[in-house]
């Protein structure tokens, strides 16, 4: 028999380590969502800080299934393997996924990509706004964290948006303790970021820990890229190299799984979790500086495409 | 490795960024790509030295007017803890701010200018870490080498603070005489302050004892969402889901579920990585019961000895956050715990001076930024403790029946008597004097 007064000397001395802190609030923003709006989606692009929210998902709502369905914008740019593991990874869990995808966008008229920019980063803002106003969803999960990016530093785990998807920074409601506001106007819907608090670092060291599976471009291989904007980029259908542009074969892995057309891999042995973990925690450059080109072109301009709909 | 939660307050100039900018930089917490934008930002701008305050301004009206608006999180991680920096405004403009920040945190920074003392808002920043239950206070007496790292400017000022923090409800204050910009007491003891004894700000953070912070006697369970799977597998599984607020939940244990009030006893505690023996906050955990009760979100599960008050009429400090006052009379949407509720202002018992802590009794509103104590009834009852007790189960926010904002975060005072033990009138809480 364990006396309480036993008990709980054992419970102060006991604290949860962060991991476990950053899960149960994470678990928690997941069910307050679940609990006050009528059709949540959670966004999954495969890259590791949606594996970490599906990861999240079934923490809280196992046995059961998830009250939501899982989408995915499909750039049509991917990596191969991210759609692989995308559809290995849905179909295990055994949950139902939505493909929003941005050639349907364009082919239909609704975007159209811009001259001599490969990337369809922003073309992603409105075929996610187009599913959400066809599946009628009122609360989009994202894998967002504050760490990412300053204006991402300020922004809410609820992200009231407007029939635009648009961000307003300076009206924010204001978020207390756990107490999430979640009320809508109509044409409104929330964006939510269970994972705001955790840190490049908390994910990797979250799926060493819970074994979860990340595609293999994750890991260190050998692949022909080229060099644009400071990058190495690979060469691909989506993007071929320029004239003066030598393709070489190098050991790479990517820090951020995006577009292809847009997302920089870095040189890298590293071929386990493990081995990421010893690298991010030797990084002396965020995984937006060292992977993506489009952030780099001004100070704001995250706060620019998220003003616009963006994530 | 633990995690520590800590909000920043300081006014403008005192060095707020440039010793969060320290602490980043000296634990790798700022990377070479956001130190090479923020050095060019400041050399277009004609600054002769790298402004690190551009590292946390993150949105543009805030790059454009020079100053901080609103709550930034910025995150670093020693071997020792990980940390969580809610970095707030100081300007009485923007207390609301520093309430949002200061909600969750289990420490505060509170910077003082060696060479201005102890001024009117950090009087101000102290009371509200107070009023919002922050466990631990730092008082960092910034500039400490524009004053020859004099021990009687420090000495003074620590006088003066300790003299002002014993009409408030702080239990741990400590003072760190440091330098931001050269880096004294900061990481490492300072060689040009001998006659300090206690350790760096960041040794301050690593150590702090945050165990017995955390309410582990009054047992709470707010109920979030029920998990039924009617799948073959789990026909008959019906699971409460939520996070511990308060207490220690074991299996085994004769819980009552209010409001109701049925008991019964605790089948078993799980997560999705298996049964738990023991569940305490903030665990998010699903309980399983002996017996089949209607149970729902909002509801509370507790220890029959030890209850919260249920009640439709309580007393709290509110922040008001809204362009619009709040009045006696007011209507709005209320949420604590998972439950939300329609509420009405009864009275306004008083607006409080935050700078010196007088209580106005005669005062008919509370205006954006404004403390004051209110006595609010709702249209259900609501399962309360007093703030003091429990952040969770004591704490509220008010939301805008039109425009759906959040417009007032409330701490319960007073919840009426709990049910059980009576309780005497002179131990009802006051928040501050
Ligand atoms: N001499 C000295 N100057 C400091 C110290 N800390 C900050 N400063 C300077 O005070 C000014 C305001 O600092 P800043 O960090 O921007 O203040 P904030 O407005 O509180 O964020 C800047 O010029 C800093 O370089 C310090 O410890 N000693």
Redo the contacts between chains.
Sequence with gaps: MIEPADLSERALRRSLSHLDALESESVFIMREVAAEFERPVLLFSGGKDSIVLLRIAEKAFRPARFPFPVMHIDTGHNFPEVLDFRDRRVAELGERLIVASVQESIDKGRVAEELGNPSRNRLQTTTLLDAILEHRFDAVFGGARRDEETARAKERVFSLRDEFGQWEPKAQRPELWNLFNGRLRRGQHMRVFPISNWTEMDVWQYIQREGVEVPSIYFAHERPVFRRDSMWLSTSVFLPNGPDEAVESMVVRYRTVGDMTCTGAVNSTAATVAEIIAEVAAARITERGATRADDAFSETSMEDRKREGYF | ???LRFSTAGSVDDGKSTLIGRLLFDS?GI????LA?IEQ?SRRRGYSQVDLAL???????E?EQGITI??????F?TPK??F?IADTPGHVQYT??M??GA??ADLAIVLVDARKGVLEQSRRHAFIASLLGIPHLVVAVNKMDLVGYDETVYDAIQQEFADWASRLDVHDIAFIPISALHGDNVVQRSLAMPWYQGPSLLYHLEHVY???D?N??DVRFPV??V?????D??HD?RGY???VAAG?F?KGDEVVVLPSGHRTRIKRLE???GEVE?A?P???VTMLLEDELDIS?GDMICRPHNQPAVTQDFEAMVCW?ADAPLRAGGRY?L??T?RSVKAVVDDLRYRMDVNTLHRDEAASELGLNEIGRVRIRTSTPLLLDKYELS??TG???L?DETT???VG?GMVVRAGPPQEVPEPEEAEAEVAA
């Design positions: 490795m633990d995690l790798k990377f070479e790509d956001q934008a930002t590292l946390t301004d993150g949105l543009r009206a790059r609103d709550v930034a999180y910025r995150y991680a803890r990980k969580i609301r701010n309430v949002t909600s969750t945050i165990g017995s955390r582990l006697i979030q969402w998990v039924r799977p009617q799948t597998a789990h599984y889901a939520g996070q220690v074991k997560t999705m990585d023991t305490m903030p665990l998010s979100r956050m949407s949420k604590h998972t952040r969770t704490g509220f926010i939301i759906f904002d959040t975060a």
